[in-house]
């Protein structure tokens, strides 16, 4: 059972004037004193739970239960010039990570770009630093504004080669120091994540200059939040909040929940079964060409069976993982995260080393054969993708999940 702000400052009479901080510190200590491997997971009610990853009792990585492809874009952004994924994830299951023993897709993905040299190590762990700091003050500021406290799970496993470690206390002294401003600016009641938008626009105009309310009319459309208008508008996030949050009391724009991403759900056919049949294998297509996600969706749910599509390979290893597909279809070349490299995270984990993998490519040289046999690929396929092709490769390995089931 969850307690409220109120019990906490009652449950002693030196009480700290930041009893939702306390709260959130005492479980890291607890994890920090034991030297805890693993995931601390937090969780109101059934929304998607925010969790805290730890190695030897420091912390490596946080995420939010929501918004994490944005988070990830706008971190990656700020701190390179290579750009950031074109499509967005799905919206994250309430259950997702309970079940993986791996870290979450975010990390990996950074690690990934380090080995391959596509950013420094430095640019890396600055990355993990901020988002460390960013998802705890939303931690804490939600529970303010709730005023219940979240539950609390955890599961074991030891990560491998973190990119560094942070003492809880460097990364709570940071939070603290935040929280501290954000109180004192009186906007303890407003998440750096809601997105605002115009509401009375007419009186908006005639308090700021021209040049001001085209800027706000262009970005104040309830699609992005704070912080991503703070970067957006090279802005303070606490200043621009503040002059925000005071057109708000004056009734002149409103605050919104971010929008939900889209679904990158299943692509069916008129004849394809139905997505909840789950006696029928699940046929997963990772591959960033809207063209080819159709065209595969086409045959393979003429055939009967279940079908996923992916166009973020960001996100592809955590669809797996939700998902537990019978059969892989893997695009070579992909932008930010490459065949080579999502295959070999496939095969590093235990529950997922026996999942058939067919990569798709245009390429033929032997070179690139000869690397992906090391990373765990089953077979090739050329592109593009001929319906006789894929039927036999439908035959050969869904026909014996299908008899199983």
């Known amino acids: 059972m969850s307690s409220s702000i109120r019990d906490l400052e009652n449950s002693s009479s030196q009480a700290s004037p930041q009893p939702e901080l306390n709260w959130l510190l005492h479980p890291i200590r607890q994890a920090s004193q034991a030297q805890f491997n693993g995931n601390l997971y937090l969780h109101w009610s059934q929304a998607a739970p925010w969790g805290l990853t730890f190695r030897h009792g420091r912390l490596v990585w946080a995420w939010a239960g929501n918004h994490r492809l944005r988070r990830w874009r706008r971190l990656l952004g ?9 499509v967005p994830a799905r919206a994250q299951s309430p259950q997702q990570g309970f079940n993986s023993t791996m870290p979450v897709w975010e990390y990996e993905t950074l690690k990934g770009m380090v080995s391959q040299g596509d950013i420094s190590r430095e640019t890396a762990v600055a990355i993990a630093r901020e988002n460390l700091i960013e998802v705890m003050f939303e931690l804490v500021q939600r529970i303010y504004a709730i005023g219940e406290v979240p539950q609390l799970d955890s599961k074991t496993f030891k990560l491998e080669q973190p990119l560094k470690f942070f003492a809880p206390s460097e990364i709570a002294l940071a939070v603290g120091h935040r929280w501290s401003a954000w109180r004192n600016a009186e906007l303890s009641n407003y998440s750096p994540m809601l ?17 001001s309310y085209r800027n706000l009319e262009q970005c104040l459309q309830g699609q992005r939040s704070l912080r991503e208008l703070a970067a957006l508008m090279n802005q303070n996030l606490l200043s621009l909040s503040q002059t925000l949050v005071s057109y708000e009391r004056r009734c002149l724009i409103k605050f919104a929940q971010l929008p939900q991403p889209l679904g990158g759900g299943a692509i069916l056919g008129q004849n394809s079964c139905s ?8 046929v997963l297509c990772i591959d960033d060409s809207e063209m080819v996600c159709r065209q595969l969706g086409k045959i393979v749910s003429a055939s009967g069976y279940r079908y996923d599509a992916v166009q973020d390979s960001l996100s592809g290893l955590q669809r797996i993982l939700e998902t537990k597909p019978s059969l892989i279809f893997l695009d070579l070349v992909m932008p930010i995260v490459s065949g080579y490299e999502l295959c070999a995270q496939i095969r590093r984990v235990q529950e997922l080393r026996d999942i058939p993998i067919i990569i798709l490519t245009s390429s033929d040289s032997i070179i690139d054969r000869v690397r992906l046999k090391v990373a765990g690929s089953t077979i090739f396929l050329p592109k593009p993708i001929r319906s006789t092709a894929i039927q036999k490769v439908l035959n050969t390995y869904c026909l014996g999940n299908a008899a199983a089931a």
């Open 78 to 86: 700020s701190h390179t010039s290579q750009g950031t994924p074109a």
């Open 275 to 282: 997505a909840n049949d789950t006696t029928q294998p699940l």
């Open 195 to 211: 997105a605002p938008y115009l509401y009375q626009p007419e009186p908006l105009k005639a308090l700021v200059s021209g040049i």
